[in-house]
């Protein structure tokens, strides 16, 4: 995997020189857009809204709308004027608790591995954050824009993961949540108990994309259907109720979830069976 981008780590006197790779992959499912008569793919135009007239591209610019429909230009040495230096290194400015930061803020995640001569300093960083509970907040520019960011150990690696700053969350109260009406003892009492009936260990790759997969079988079916409309069997699922029991609907969530269970308790006994057998 190639690295996208090459630079360092440093706080106070030490420089750790490093490489970032991606931590996550997504790959999403494309589409084109099609004319229906022959299916023949349709491009994007690039239309003036004044006049519905095409525009080359020698002719566009690039503006910021300041006010409702009125624009101002920025330029290419505009944005050198602001751009800010990248000098290749994270610099961290502080060391800060993990658990006193809102999840919110984080949002993209890249491992950081250690180059050559790296590697003393890269593991005492790395040990120092883990047992002191730590994570290292740090500005770091990559390409053309400065990011915040936060260095974080993550097993045997030290994870950098981007940060949104502080004015790029919407604040709750911003979205005028409803006064919520107080909940009876007996409903917080269900609530806890169906939430500890349905705790289990984290076990990440059990969850899968079943929409992703069922796209791809249906995109097969209709290939193999000479791309012919499919026939659906499911029913249309029913529209859910605004008036709701909570007190019975917990009743029966704890019941479901008590009666999965042993199931569930069956399948792992079974499982570690097969795989003492198999041994």
């Not at 006197?13 to 004319?35: C, D, G, M, W, Y």
């Not at 993961?161 to 919520?180: G, N």
């Not at 009666?259 to 399948?267: I, Q, S």
């Amino acid at each position: 995997m190639r690295p996208i981008w090459t630079g360092s780590i440093s706080f106070g006197l030490i420089n750790i020189p490093v490489s970032l790779l991606a931590a996550t992959q997504r790959e999403e499912l494309k589409f084109r857009l099609l004319r229906a008569s022959d299916l023949s793919p349709v491009n994007y135009q690039r239309m003036a809204e004044a006049d519905g007239k095409e525009v080359p591209w020698d002719q566009i610019v690039k503006g910021y709308e300041y006010e409702k429909g009125k624009f101002v230009v920025i330029k290419e040495e505009d944005f050198k004027r602001v751009d800010v230096e990248a000098t290749q290194t994270v610099e961290i400015m502080d060391f800060v608790t993990l658990s006193d930061i809102n999840p919110m803020f984080f949002y993209k995640p890249y491992y950081v591995k250690p180059a050559k001569g790296g590697a003393k300093a890269y593991a005492l960083l790395r040990q120092t954050l883990r047992s002191e509970g730590k994570v290292a907040i740090a500005k770091v520019v990559i390409k053309t824009r400065q990011y915040l960011a936060a260095v974080k150990s993550q097993d045997e690696a030290l994870l950098l993961e981007l940060m949104h700053f502080a004015d790029e969350l919407v604040e709750p109260s911003a979205l005028e949540f409803p006064k919520f009406p107080e909940l009876g003892k007996s409903e917080l009492s269900m609530a806890k108990m169906l939430v500890d009936q349905m705790t289990v260990k984290w076990e990440p790759h059990k969850y899968k994309d079943e929409y992703k997969t069922a796209l791809l079988s249906l995109i097969e079916k209709k290939v193999e259907a000479g791309g012919r409309d499919l026939k659906t069997s499911k029913k249309a699922p029913k529209r859910a109720s605004n008036v709701v029991d909570l007190a019975d609907m917990l009743r029966k969530s704890l019941q479901e979830s008590a009666a999965k269970k042993p199931k569930k308790a069956a399948e792992r006994s079974k499982s570690t069976v097969h795989r003492k057998q198999a041994a």
